[in-house]
């Protein structure tokens, strides 16, 4: 039976992956019985299933090949699920009808648990004319603010964690409020936004040209194409968003180009995807494929890794046909095109077992060679496929040949697509692999270098007490395998110690034998200059990359609540100090300071009293207790259970800061309302808004975005022995929240934003 790396991966294959009864009864009584689950049910649409059954195992076992997340827990299952990670919807209609047709065609995509984008470009910007109605529009980002609302409501009702991708045009007249959108921190929360930018851009942008912002050929407004840019870089550089996708070479290097037109990506932007697109992802642990590690000898096995390609694209391929899809036009786009994502994981890992460091000459050649063997043994496998079961439907062989991908590929490649066809219109894709890269023992992820060699995680136990554990790179574990105590050798480095320039170099060498495109987040220092970040985007589109996501932290961005600078400046404590959990309540003083506000919800007939008091400790002002009244008896039951438990919480000390988000998150199925040009969701929301501007007032928070403003003997109760490198995570509560591929991710817990 298969042992586990380390505890942190037990636990993500019981939680994520296991199959289990309604009960919660293990089905899955091994991760080889999972294994064999996958593998059975993507072999059953074969001739010979059993043969292709064990193959199938062969490569899932020892965690070699690593589909996504939603393959692993939904085939073999029986259940209502897609195995699709990523869509793209439908274009939107510039029509009111339309516009909420498309919204219910998202809540039934993300109810089934897929990440979703569109392009927000199709609507007419905000003042333009509506016609028939005597009125002016609203504009693309006042629907957008109902598509958050609406991922915020399934996702409140239990469903998976919805995530979605926004993108508009740099030519669209509502592009400035586009990019500075997020910069109210609690707007547009579900969504990722990028900026879809056109070589002419560009061309204007270097020339320090005029930009013409327009809508169906009518000019609204004239900038200068170099203020849009750095207004662009500004909001990235305060805020990590939006990310910018190049557009036009996306569409000139589809394969596809004479059959669709791409305006949008899935969540975190590896797949740019047509309307209806949708596309499965599955990854090559290369870490598991390298022969003599960290001797002169080390190798990758090339045959391995070619066998291993072919055999996953032919099970990425039956997925296509086992999965169900939450609409009709999803499964016919699937069908027609048949495009799989394969890509890979333990990169970084790789890279150091055979002496290379990441981004280095050596390693961006390294990566180029393998994902050069990659491609060419995925398309040669996929064109296999065509002979034994046919071309995807719309293939058309000069066309596809003429692509700006298959212009670049191998000469025998190209003639064998031209005389057999092909049966996968798009192979490969790199993906975010947080979750399925710690399943994996903790290899480095994606293409990402690695976030740390070691990190210490609190597990809760169950009689409730915690212990330790230490989480090690993979790389890093197998090292100490076979040198002990040895010091790690120059060339183990982390995302810490690397310049931008590294990450770039390393995300063009892997796109070029990429046909889709890459998720990849490239990290840049605090104090990282303004020029030179704006630097890093231009050498992405100079070397040939898809799209560019950035991630610079800095005191605004990061979760809602984050770590302050006080936590930062703390003073080490004692190397033996642990953390310390209260159970016994603060002591009340006779008399308390504090303060009322009034709260008016619309469609409530009277007005709520909101009462806030606070404790001073150390010098500094905390909310101790919460009243609630209201002349509204509707209210009076669970307006006294909300009191009670807020208090309890707030008298117990230590970082109370969650209860503000906590509430904020809670959304009435009947509806919210529009406060002073904001909405929310529920009555609930809106006294966490009234408990937030109370701790803003107070001091305890520095303001929405930024973090907690308590004294150095709390700061020091989050973390033992070093500040934390990151925010807390929303699922697990540690600290260590950061950016990978596009996403926010706990390396504690696994939880990723993007789901």
Known sequence: MTRFAAPIAEQIWDMKYRLKAADGQPVDLSVEDSWRRVARDLARVEAEPALWEDRFYAALEDFKFLPAGRILAGAGTGREVTLFNCFVMGTIPDSMEGIFQALKEAALTMQQGGGIGYDFSTIRPRGAEVHGVAADASGPLSFMDVWDAMCRTIMSAGSRRGAMMATMRCDHPDIEAFVTAKQDSARLRMFNLSVLVTDGFMQAMRDD????????????????????????????YDYAEPGVIFIDRINQLNNLGYAETIAATNPCGEQPLPPYGACLLGSINLARLVEAPFTPGARLDMAALDDLTRVAVRMMDNVVDASRFPLPQQAAEARAKRRIGLGVTGL????????????????????????????????????DLAREKGAFPLFQAEAFLDSGFMQQMDEDVREAVARHGIRNALLTSIAPTGTISLYAGNVSSGIEPVFAHAYTRKVLQKDGSRSEEEVVDYAVRLWRDLNGDAPLPAHFVDAQMLAPQDHVAMQAAAQEWVDSSISKTINCPADIGFDAFKHVYLAAWELGCKGCTTYRPNEVTGSVLSVSEAAEDAPEPDKGAEVVYLTKPLDRPPALEGATYKLKFPGSEHAIYITINDIVQSGHRRPFEVFINSKNMEHFAWTVALTRMISAVFRRGGDVSFVVEELKAVFDPRGGAWIEGRYVPSILAAIGGVIERHMIAIGFIEAEGKGLKSDPTAAQARAVGEAPRGPACPSCGQYGLHMVEGCMTCPHCGYSKCG
């Open 209 to 236: 040209g005029p930009w013409d912002l327009q809508f169906e050929g009518k000019v609204f407004h004239t900038i200068r194409a170099r203020d849009l840019w750095n207004r662009i870089m500004r909001a990235t």
């Open 348 to 383: 970084a890992d790789a890279l150091m077992m055979l002496g290379l460091r990441y981004g280095a000459p050596g390693a961006v050649a390294q990566t180029r060679e393998w994902m050069h063997a990659i491609a060419r043994a995925a398309y040669l496998a996929s064109v």
